[in-house]
């Protein structure tokens, strides 16, 4: 009879971070089938059409355009239904956790302080950054279907700063001040209308983020559910 070797630890722990990389790679071919599928428009066998979502307000979207953009995407999306008349297989509740802004960049312009030109940081970069907690129920709420996670998304962007007079007015080569703001055709905005503008490719990001989530977490479940009967 021949003995068994025993592994060393260095070639145990090897075989184990191989094992993990094999269960990575996995769990990446899976979700890389699941979006190329759901993408291109093909139902899973046995589904006989998409699963309809209710999406109620957004809790926490001060003026309803989270949440518009939100059910555009769903609406698009070849995975799920939007359902209007709020009868739905399913309720997508999304509650905004964190929705803040924080300047991130700055310009050096010269000032006058005093009376005397002086060199100043004045902020002209934000980055506005949004968390939520999304959850997919029953229609009833009874039983929690996916969920709940966290999603957190950010976009950074330019604005002027009023108390800036370089920012406001510049000087033609006859010296004559002109103010900027006219020839600028809404590029330069203040801070609080370029934080508003920022806020729609943010929700647009969020919201595929949503859905392609919901896509593989619903769709893995699914599987799972298949396999076990099998």
Request: glycine share 6%; proline share 3%; charged share 25%.
């Amino acid at each position: 009879t021949t003995k068994r070797q025993s592994k060393s630890p260095l070639q145990q722990k090897r075989l184990s971070w191989q094992q993990g990389a094999l269960k990575r790679c996995l769990r990446l071919l899976s979700f890389y089938f699941i979006s190329l599928f759901c993408s291109c428009g093909y139902n899973w066998q046995g589904a006989a059409k998409p699963v309809t979502v209710q999406v109620p307000f957004i809790r926490g979207d001060e003026d309803g355009s989270f949440t518009t953009i939100l059910i555009d995407t769903i609406a698009r999306s070849s995975g799920f239904n939007y359902s209007q008349n709020q009868v739905g297989d399913y309720l997508l509740a999304v509650d905004i956790l964190q929705n803040s802004s924080e300047i991130i960049g700055y310009k050096q312009s010269s000032e006058r302080v005093n009376g005397q030109q002086e060199k100043v940081l004045q902020p002209s970069e934000r980055s506005a950054a949004i968390t939520l907690e999304v959850t997919l129920y029953t229609a009833d709420k009874s039983k929690i279907i996916v969920g709940p996670f966290r999603l957190k998304e950010a976009v950074d962007y330019d604005f002027f700063n009023g108390e800036s007079s370089q920012d406001v007015t510049f000087t033609e080569q006859a010296g004559e001040k002109k103010t900027l703001l006219q020839f600028s055709l809404g590029q330069l905005q203040p801070v609080f209308a370029a934080t508003k503008a920022a806020n729609r490719p943010l929700f647009h990001r969020m919201s595929k983020k949503i859905v392609d989530l919901l896509l593989l977490k619903y769709y893995e479940k699914e599987l799972s559910a298949k396999r076990s009967l099998d």
